[in-house]
């Protein structure tokens, strides 16, 4: 078996949040706490949780793009975390970063040929007379036009900016892409169509992502693993299937009863978290979910649980005790006849090519 892609060990990041006059800090909050995992290639890890639980600062961490002030980081044999800023360059060609909003991602005084051509450049990835020939191909492999290299980032819609900062992060040809929620500012429709461009670029080219997102209904279609985070700690971590299949922390449960039904007639037990979330500047003692969490007992106020439990780990004390939960939407109550109707409508208006995209050949009003 080789070697993951991806090792993260321990890792720690606190922010300072209050200085004294001499400049000394007073007051620290701590984002992400002792999170560990592994990340093969070709494969794609979900990070999902609340607003402000850690998710993307871990992954600007995974990318040094911040320092972490404890922990490992192990990138394709090599020990990231102890590189010197010189020695990053190859990191930085291998790991790229595809952000949330493609509307601040990308520079509205370049092109997007400049946009494209910049990273060739800074990286040396193909020689200068190659690279419009190199960037056309980029435009082609995210379904756009390579005509298009001329016009500037607010000619485009949502989507097709993003198709172009997915180019970007493709033009170093990386080994992992942190993707930062990026279909949450899209419309679903366009959102259905970068997810399959995610899946089939990962499959033609044996990318790694690590997905960042707080859409489940999004991850379970794109994620080999799910980690959910909490307060800057994984209190879950599994395959995708058994999950959602079989979550066993608390939290994790009430997420996925979080997922909205499309579907009247749909059974499932709803958990509704009571309270209001614990500030990362004063967490609670104990378990940091035991303060909303609905099974708490006595031993959850004082000791805080460990992540256990081989390939489908849990940090809870009543992982083991906890009865299964019917959390994930099960159709229950509709007609044949509707059923059939809907299946038709389904199958007749989902007509996309192996790409799951079509080629754009030109952005509104262009």
Avoid: W
């Avoid at 609905?294 to 083991?320: F, I, Y």
């Amino acid at each position: 078996m080789s070697a993951p892609l991806l090792e993260v060990e321990d890792v720690g990041r606190q922010f300072v949040t209050r200085r004294s006059v001499l400049g000394r800090a007073t007051a620290t909050v701590t984002a992400v706490d002792g999170v560990s995992f592994s990340l093969e290639a070709g494969k794609t890890l979900a990070l999902v949780g609340e607003s402000g639980c850690g998710k993307s600062t871990l992954g600007r961490l995974v990318l040094r793009l911040i320092e972490p002030t404890a922990g490992r980081i192990r990138f394709d044999g090599r020990d990231v975390t102890a590189l010197k800023e010189r020695e990053l360059r190859p990191l930085r060609r291998n790991a790229q970063l595809i952000f949330q909003d493609p509307y601040a991602s990308l520079n509205p005084r370049m092109t997007v040929g400049q946009i494209l051509a910049e990273p060739l450049a800074l990286h040396d990835v193909v020689p200068p007379s190659r690279r419009a020939e190199r960037v056309n191909e980029l435009l082609r492999l995210v379904g756009l036009e390579p005509r298009l290299t001329r016009r500037y980032p607010h000619e485009f819609s949502g989507g097709q900016r993003q198709r172009i900062a997915i180019a970007r992060a493709l033009a170093v040809e990386p080994k992992l892409i942190v993707c930062d929620e990026p279909v949450s500012a899209l419309d679903v429709s366009i959102r259905a169509q970068v997810l399959n461009l995610l899946r089939d670029l990962q499959r033609r080219l044996g990318l790694a992502y690590i997905f960042i997102s707080h859409d489940l209904a999004v991850v379970k279609h794109i994620a080999d693993r799910i980690a959910v985070m909490h307060l800057g700690r994984i209190v879950e971590i599994g395959p995708n299937e058994a999950l959602f299949a079989d979550p066993r922390h608390p939290y994790s449960r009430a997420l996925l009863s979080a997922i909205p039904v499309p579907a009247p007639g749909a059974k499932r037990e709803r958990i509704i978290l009571r309270g209001e979330m614990p500030s990362a500047l004063n967490p609670p003692a104990g378990c940091p979910f035991h303060t909303r969490c609905p099974v708490a007992v006595a031993r959850c106020e004082t000791e805080r649980p460990e992540l256990v439990g081989g390939s489908h780990a849990t940090a809870c004390h009543r992982a083991s005790e906890l009865p299964g939960a019917n959390v994930v939407p099960r159709r229950g109550g509709r007609p044949p006849a509707l059923e059939q109707l809907m299946n038709a409508f389904r199958h007749g208006t989902d007509r996309q090519g192996s790409a799951g995209v079509d080629t754009v050949e030109k952005p509104p009003g262009g």
